[in-house]
């Protein structure tokens, strides 16, 4: 039986080794990424600068943008207007947002009138209007909540492709569909598949959340990649991209290696709660 005992014993050694092989690789990952974020220049707010549109807004030292193909929803996303005049976050009444903590820019596109453009309907918002805008209209459609099944904005709108017609369909839209029956119909996404356009979403009991990731870039030494996230919240509100709570260096980007949790300042996400639209 010595033999069999010596070549457990043998195998138990060569696993624990490999298991400290790979925990030492991502150990060093880590430690390279937080050099990276102490050595780092802080990225100047809006309050302080103007950036016209997301790509306008500096990515760490040693990074840099993942392509984006042409007419891409990523290229529609990059370049999502930023409000100019203010960076306060206002409410769909007019009023403004209690805390004013979580943006570290806003995004320049009306919220409307009523209290519907929340969280998961700014999502569906965003995915809706780079639709409309390359003229995709037969791919534009979400589910309701109640029965799970999709309303198309071809048979809502008929003839009529003015965006004030559009708009009216997605109030429609937020009026029937949330948090829940958008997380449904949206495909899983492992963490380290993550594209831009993909969406960090909890359909809760009652309530969840869902934030956009909105642009991408990657460091090639580290094979680090960081990204971007925009949201909407309760009540309706302007979207915003979100600070970095924990690196205000690193600020507005978050790395995609933040571990089991990712930390926003409104909501904490799990890594397997990243989820992409189908079509």
Known sequence: MKPIYTFLFIVVILNLNCCASSNSQADDIQITIEKQEKKAERII????????????????????????????????????PL???????????????????????????????????????????????????NQRYGEIHFNFLRDGKPRYYTKFAGSDRSHKKFRKYMDYIFAYANTASLHNEMAIVKLKNMQIGDVFIEKGRPYGHAISVVDMAENTETDDKIFMLVQSYMPAQEMHILKNMSSSKFSPWYSINFGEILVTPEWNFTKNDLKRFRN
């Not at 600068?49 to 290229?75: C, F, H, L, M, W």
């Not at 403004?96 to 999502?123: E, H, P, T, Y």
């Open 83 to 133: 409000k100019q005049e203010n960076n306060i976050v206002f409410l769909y009444n007019g009023d403004k947002k209690f805390s004013q903590a979580a943006q570290f820019v806003v995004i320049d596109i009306d919220v409307g009138k009523r209290d519907l453009q929340q969280c998961a309907d700014a999502v569906m918002r965003l995915r809706g209007e780079y639709l409309f805008k």
């Open 45 to 80: 707010p809006q309050n302080e600068t103007q950036y016209k549109v997301i790509k306008d807004i500096p990515t760490p030292d040693g990074y840099t943008r993942i392509d984006a193909g042409s007419n891409s929803y990523a290229e529609y996303l990059r370049n999502l």
